[in-house]
């Protein structure tokens, strides 16, 4: 069974930093394009970022390009998102999804990023 | 970047009745369309990808069809636990853009 778990969520302040994680299980890992997509409260879903399987090819989104990274290690089975210089608008909850025929065919439950003073 | 458009914003449908669901991308997305539900608290569930084929375990019920830039989801006969918003997203150019969402509620 697939499982996407993340953690490393919280409060922080505008202008701060966080670094997300997600860790895999039941496939296997490397094999498979990984993105992050966001969906602030009460809001639309946002794609955030895509890794290819071996993490030579990544994108941003425009909203985000600059300030987040996108990194994985396949021999830990995780995927990881540093967001720096965060703001207010980065509130959102932060799923970690698997890729399915190109589609984001497995979620996460989420994390919850709260960027507050 | 693509734009995604979905409508109508809220579709109110009885149970057993069937619902309809546009989505439009501002330009061609070949057959590289997905369409996922979500509940609220609950992570989104891919329904659909390649535009009409449906994802493991996916009920008959749903069905998608179109291609290029005009797609459409029909649920042929509404469920209570399908009452939901309904997000279609585009995987064809890298930046993977979804629409705004169609919530179906009960009438």
């Known amino acids: 069974e697939v499982q996407l778990v993340e953690s490393g969520g919280g409060l922080v302040q505008p202008g701060g930093s966080l670094r997300l994680s997600c860790a895999a299980s039941g496939f296997t890992f490397s094999s498979y394009e990984m993105n992050w997509v966001r969906q602030a409260p009460g809001k639309g879903l946002e794609w955030v970022s895509y890794i290819s399987s071996s993490g030579s090819t990544i994108y941003y989104a425009d909203s985000v390009k600059g300030r987040f990274t996108i990194s994985r290690d396949n021999a830990k089975n995780s995927l990881y998102l540093q967001m720096n210089s965060l703001r207010a608008e980065d509130t959102a909850v932060y799923y970690c999804a698997r890729e399915k025929k190109g589609a984001v065919g497995y979620w996460g439950q989420g994390t919850l990023v709260t960027v507050s003073s | 970047e693509i734009v995604m458009t979905q409508s109508p914003a809220t579709l109110s449908v009885s149970p057993g009745e069937r619902a309809t669901l546009s989505c439009r991308a501002s330009?061609?997305?070949?057959?590289?369309l997905a369409w996922y539900q979500q509940k609220p608290g609950q992570a989104p569930r891919l329904l659909i990808y390649?535009?009409?084929t449906r994802a493991t375990g996916i009920p008959a019920r749903f069905s998608g069809s179109g291609s290029g830039t005009e797609f459409t989801l029909t649920i042929s006969s509404l469920q209570s636990e399908d009452f939901a918003v309904y997000y279609c997203q585009q995987y064809n150019n890298w930046q993977f853009t979804f629409g705004p969402g169609t919530k179906v509620d009960i009438k």
């Open positions: 390649g535009a009409s």
């Open positions: 330009q061609s997305v070949s057959s590289n």
